[in-house]
C-alpha cells in the first residue's frame, strides 16, 4: 500500500499555540508540528490554548480554549455580538494591527496566488473607523422570546443574531430598525418564515446619502405591500426625517434580498448625492460602495494612475452607476461604460444628461461586460485607458482575452477580492502588461474585506 500522511492532531484535543499571522478570511494561524491551524477570534502574537475543532491532512481548525498571552495588536472588542454576528471579524484588534493585517492580504495574494513579484504599499485606511456604512440591508425575524427583531445572519446559517446598535452603521439606522419592530408587532406585520414562505416582512433596506443627508427607507415584503402601510410609512417618515420610503415586492423562495419590483409609498422614490464630485440619484437596485470617505479615496487613487490626456477614450467595464469613469472625464475626451444592471446604466445615463454631457462625450451600454469587451475587440475600438471594477469572482476569460486585443496604454483594475486581482492581473502580466502599482485601499473597516488598485501598463 502506497504510504499514507496522517494529520498530528485529533478532534477536540487540546495544544498549545502562538499565532504568526491572520489569514485572509480573519482567522489567526499558528502551527503545530509543523501544520497550519486556524483559530478564529485571534490576534498575532497570542499564545493560546486551543481545542481542535477539525483536522484534515495539511491543516486543522480550532477555537480558543483559554488566551495565555495577548499578542501586541490585540485590544476588548466594544460589541457585544461580534463574535456571534461574524460581520466584525477583525474588530478584536486594534485598526492599527488591522491595517497591516490588509496589507499582508494582498501581499500574500499577490505573491502566493499570482505569483507576480511586485511591490504592495501599505493599505491607505479608512477616514472613518465606525458608523461609516451607508447602507444596510437587516433580515426581520423572531427571536426565542418571541419578538419582533432584525439584526445580522450568524455565520454559515440564517439565524438572525439581534443587533440593536451595529457600530459599522449611522445610528439613525439602528434607532429605526428598533422603532419598525414596534410598529410591525403594533400592527400585526409578521416576519416572514423561510421554511413555511410565509410571512410578510422579509428585510428593512436603508440607504444614506453622505453628504446629503438624505435618508431612504425600503421594506422588502412578501406580498403586495404591509399591513397598515400608509401609517407605518408616515410614522417613520415622521420620527427619521425620511427623504423617501419604497415598497419592495419579492414573494420568490431564494435567498436574494430584492425582488424585481419596486414602487414608492412616501417621497420621490430617490435620494441624491455626490461620490468624488459626481451628483447621483439612487433607490435600492444600483450598486454604491458603502463607505463614501473611503471610495474617494479610492477613486482618487485610480483617477491618478488613468493618468487620462485632453485627446484619450476611456472604457470603464464594471461601471456600476458610472460614477468612476464620470469622476475622469473632466481629464479625457471620452468615456463609455458597460453594466449589466439595467437600473445602474439609467442612473449613468440620467447623471451624464444631469451633466449636460452628449452621447458622444459618455455613453453607457446595458450588456456583460465580457460580451462588450468582446465585441469592442472585434470592432476594432481602441481606448487609451480602460478601468474595471469586477465583482469578486473577478475578470472572465473573455473579458481578459478582450483587454488585451484592444490593447489600452493603461489598465487601471478595481478589486473586492486581492485573490481574483493578483490571478487578473497575472494574466495580464503574461500577456504582455507591465504591474506598476497595487494599491490596497480599507473600504470595509473592522471586516476582513479590502479593496485594492493595480495600475498595468503595456509593456
Given at each position: ?13 487540546l495544544?498549545?499555540l ?16 509543523g ?34 498571552t ?6 476588548e ?5 461580534c463574535?456571534?454576528?461574524?460581520g ?7 485598526y492599527?494591527?488591522?491595517c ?27 477616514p472613518?473607523v ?26 454559515r ?16 439606522m ?13 400592527y ?8 413555511t ?30 399591513p ?28 436574494v ?31 454604491y ?21 485632453p ?5 470603464d ?85 478582450a ?24 494574466a ?15 473600504l ?14 503595456k509593456?
Amino acid at each position: 500500500m502506497p504510504n499514507q500522511t496522517f494529520s498530528p492532531l485529533k478532534k477536540n484535543q487540546l495544544i498549545e499555540l502562538t499565532i504568526d499571522s491572520l489569514s485572509s478570511d480573519g482567522n489567526g494561524v499558528g502551527r503545530f508540528e509543523g501544520l497550519a491551524v486556524f483559530v478564529p477570534s485571534t490576534a498575532p502574537g497570542d499564545k493560546i490554548t486551543a481545542r481542535v475543532t477539525k483536522a484534515l491532512k495539511n491543516y486543522a481548525f480550532a477555537r480558543v480554549e483559554k488566551l495565555l498571552t495577548p499578542g501586541p495588536g490585540r485590544c476588548e472588542p466594544d460589541c457585544p455580538v461580534c463574535g456571534p454576528c461574524g460581520g466584525c471579524s477583525l474588530r478584536h484588534i486594534t485598526y492599527q494591527a488591522e491595517c497591516a493585517a490588509k496589507s499582508g492580504f494582498v501581499r500574500d495574494a499577490f505573491a502566493r496566488l499570482g505569483g507576480l513579484d511586485t511591490p504592495v504599499a501599505e493599505v491607505l485606511p479608512s477616514p472613518l473607523v465606525e458608523r461609516y456604512r451607508n447602507k444596510v440591508q437587516l433580515p426581520v425575524g423572531r427571536d426565542s422570546n418571541g419578538h419582533i427583531v432584525t439584526g445580522f445572519y450568524a455565520g454559515r446559517s440564517h439565524r438572525i443574531i439581534r443587533t440593536p446598535d451595529c457600530r459599522l452603521q449611522p445610528e439613525w439606522m439602528n434607532a429605526l430598525a428598533a422603532r419598525a419592530c414596534t410598529l410591525f408587532e403594533e400592527y400585526g406585520v409578521e416576519p416572514y418564515n423561510e421554511e413555511t414562505g410565509k410571512g410578510r416582512i422579509r428585510h428593512l433596506y436603508m440607504r444614506q446619502g453622505w453628504h446629503s443627508g438624505q435618508r431612504l427607507l425600503c421594506f422588502v415584503v412578501n406580498g403586495n405591500g404591509l399591513p397598515h402601510e400608509a401609517e407605518i410609512c408616515r410614522q417613520l417618515q415622521k420620527e427619521f426625517g425620511l427623504t423617501t420610503v419604497l415598497i419592495n415586492r419579492n414573494n420568490a423562495r431564494t435567498n436574494v434580498i430584492l425582488g424585481q419590483t419596486t414602487r414608492t409609498a412616501v417621497g420621490p422614490g430617490v435620494i441624491e448625492d455626490t461620490l468624488a464630485g459626481v451628483p447621483l440619484r439612487m433607490g435600492v437596485h444600483e450598486f454604491y460602495q458603502v463607505n463614501t470617505p473611503a471610495a474617494e479615496l479610492l477613486y482618487a487613487t485610480a483617477r491618478r494612475y488613468a493618468a487620462l490626456q485632453p485627446d484619450d477614450f476611456l472604457l470603464d467595464l464594471y461601471c456600476g452607476m458610472g460614477t468612476i469613469g464620470l469622476s475622469m472625464l473632466p481629464d479625457c475626451r471620452r468615456l463609455v461604460g458597460v453594466e449589466v444592471v439595467p437600473q445602474a446604466v439609467e442612473a449613468a445615463k440620467e447623471t451624464a444628461a444631469r451633466l449636460g454631457l452628449s452621447a458622444e462625450q459618455a455613453d453607457f451600454y446595458c450588456m456583460d461586460a465580457g460580451t462588450a469587451a468582446a465585441r469592442f475587440a472585434a470592432e476594432g475600438t481602441r481606448p487609451d485607458v480602460i478601468v474595471v471594477d469586477p465583482p469578486r469572482k473577478g475578470c472572465d476569460e473573455a473579458t481578459l482575452e478582450a483587454l488585451v486585443d484592444m490593447a489600452p496604454r493603461t489598465i487601471v483594475m478595481v478589486s473586492c477580492n486581492p485573490a481574483t486581482a493578483a490571478r487578473d492581473t497575472r494574466a495580464l502580466a503574461d500577456a504582455g502588461y507591465r504591474v506598476d502599482a497595487v494599491q490596497p485601499v480599507d473600504l470595509f473597516p473592522r471586516t476582513k474585506h479590502c479593496e485594492t488598485v493595480v495600475l498595468l501598463s503595456k509593456g
